[in-house]
């Protein structure tokens, strides 16, 4: 993989995680808009308890999406401050780094090639075959993966990987 290559793969990988952090703020703000109607239209009833639990259960419902709204646009904002318009040579947000597995069975977590991507806290995702995992700067992975470079070996999920790449 060339140069050219990696920054496009680096580029297109911050585009996948803002398209994921966008539905996701998509689906947060239609959740509170949910929650907010369920509570106006909570209807009163002779148990005039009953209306006031269902009213506040719905409040609850609304101030709870709308933290993860606040959260995943704290994300979006942070993923795209992100740079990916250079290489890296040590890990740092921005920076992808290419592992292979170890062992020669090739079975179990990291049977193939995974990429770590540091960038956002979207977890694992399958993107063109590949299993990339897009960790936050601030995730214990990316503190254990910050002193390490190419040539070196890590511990995942019980499997032995080699980084191959930090770019």
Same mark, same amino acid.
Do not use: W
């Given at each position: 993989?060339?140069?050219?290559?990696?920054?496009?793969?680096?580029?297109?990988?911050?585009?996948?995680?803002?398209?994921?952090?966008?539905? +996701?703020?998509?689906?947060?703000?239609?959740?509170?808009? *949910?929650?907010?109607?369920? /509570?106006?239209?909570?209807?009163?009833?002779?148990?005039?308890?009953?209306?006031?639990?269902?009213?506040?259960?719905?409040?609850?419902?609304?101030?709870?999406?709308?933290?993860?709204?606040?959260?995943?646009?704290?994300?979006?904002? /942070? *993923?795209?401050?992100?740079?990916?318009?250079?290489?890296?040579?040590?890990?740092?947000?921005?920076?992808?780094?290419?592992?292979?597995?170890?062992?020669?069975? +090739?079975?179990?977590?990291?049977?193939?090639?995974?990429?770590?991507?540091?960038? /956002?806290?979207?977890?694992?995702?399958?993107?063109?075959?590949?299993?990339? *995992?897009?960790?936050?700067?601030? /995730?214990?992975?990316?503190?254990?993966?910050?002193?390490?470079?190419?040539?070196?070996?890590?511990?995942?999920?019980?499997?032995?990987? *080699?980084?191959?790449?930090?770019?």
């Amino acid at each position: 993989m060339d140069n050219t290559q990696k920054l496009s793969l680096k580029a297109s990988l911050k585009q996948f995680g803002l398209q994921v952090i966008t539905q +996701r703020i998509e689906a947060a703000r239609q959740q509170v808009n *949910l929650a907010q109607e369920s /509570a106006n239209n909570e209807e009163k009833s002779s148990a005039g308890d009953k209306y006031e639990t269902g009213r506040a259960m719905g409040h609850l419902q609304k101030d709870m999406f709308a933290r993860q709204q606040a959260e995943n646009a704290r994300e979006y904002a /942070a *993923l795209q401050q992100v740079r990916t318009d250079s290489l890296c040579s040590s890990v740092m947000p921005g920076a992808f780094i290419r592992c292979s597995p170890l062992s020669s069975d +090739r079975t179990g977590i990291g049977a193939e090639d995974t990429g770590f991507f540091i960038a /956002a806290g979207l977890g694992r995702q399958s993107i063109d075959g590949q299993t990339i *995992l897009f960790l936050s700067p601030a /995730a214990p992975l990316s503190n254990a993966l910050k002193n390490k470079k190419t040539g070196d070996t890590i511990t995942f999920n019980g499997q032995s990987l *080699l980084i191959e790449d930090i770019f």
